[in-house]
Antibody, heavy 123, light 109 residues
Framework: EVQLVESGGGLVKPGGSLRLSCAAS????????MNWVRQAPGKGLEWVSS????????YYADSVKGRFTISRDNAKNSLYLQMNSLRAEDTAVYYC????????????????WGQGTLVTVSS | EIVMMQSPATLSVSPGERATLSCRAS??????LAWYQQKPGQAPRLLIY???TRATGIPARFSGSGSGTEFTLTISSLQSEDFAVYYC???????????FGQGTRLEIK
């Protein structure tokens, strides 16, 4: 069974930093691109970042470029999102999501999602 | 950036009836379109990819159609568990990235 479990969310002041993690199991993690997607309270979905299976291809939404860094450790079956210079508008539930296409440069569509971790940016 | 527009924002339908949800892209995305269902407090669930291919385990009452800029998600006979928010997402235009529609809330009439 595919499982994605996010952690690392919490309350942080504007300008602060936070590192999210996603632990993956039930599939060959090193074969899939992985993604972060966020959802502000009461709002829709926003793609944040994508990383290919071997970390060769990395993409960011314009809204986070230069502030967020995605990475992965295939030996640990883990995905990360380092978030710096956080703003109030970054407040959201952050989901880890697997790309639906094996060995793709990604992103495409997302076939498995974690339950999300809440990040609140407030003074 | 490709803008995805969903209509209507809210759709009221009775159980057992058919629901038709629309998604329009600001430019062609070919068939690179997915649909998701999200219930309160839950993560989104993939329903459809490639505009018309059902994801694993998705019931046959869910169907997708369209290509280019106009897409439709049809739920043939609504069950109680189908009342949720539905999002479309294009994955044709990357980089710079992919985009979601704003969602359609499907509620019980």
């Amino acid at each position: 069974e595919v499982q994605l479990v996010e952690s690392g969310g919490g309350l942080v002041k504007p300008g602060g930093s936070l590192r999210l993690s996603c632990a993956a199991s039930g599939f060959t993690f090193s074969s899939y691109s992985m993604n972060w997607v966020r959802q502000a309270p009461g709002k829709g979905l926003e793609w944040v970042s994508s990383i290919s299976s071997s970390s060769s291809y990395i993409y960011y939404a314009d809204s986070v470029k230069g502030r967020f860094t995605i990475s992965r450790d295939n030996a640990k079956n883990s995905l990360y999102l380092q978030m710096n210079s956080l703003r109030a508008e970054d407040t959201a539930v952050y989901y880890c999501a697997r790309d639906g296409v094996v060995a793709a440069a990604g992103p495409y569509y997302f076939d498995y999602w974690g339950q999300g971790t809440l990040v609140t940016v407030s003074s | 950036e490709i803008v995805m527009m969903q209509s209507p924002a809210t759709l009221s339908v009775s159980p057992g009836e058919r629901a038709t949800l629309s998604c329009r892209a600001s430019q062609s995305v070919s068939s690179n379109l997915a649909w998701y269902q999200q219930k309160p407090g839950q993560a989104p669930r993939l329903l459809i990819y490639g505009a018309s291919t059902r994801a694993t385990g998705i019931p046959a009452r869910f169907s997708g159609s369209g290509s280019g800029t106009e897409f439709t998600l049809t739920i043939s006979s609504l069950q109680s568990e189908d009342f949720a928010v539905y999002y479309c997402q294009q994955y044709n235009n990357w980089p710079p990235g992919i985009t979601f529609g704003q969602g359609t809330r499907l509620e019980i009439k």
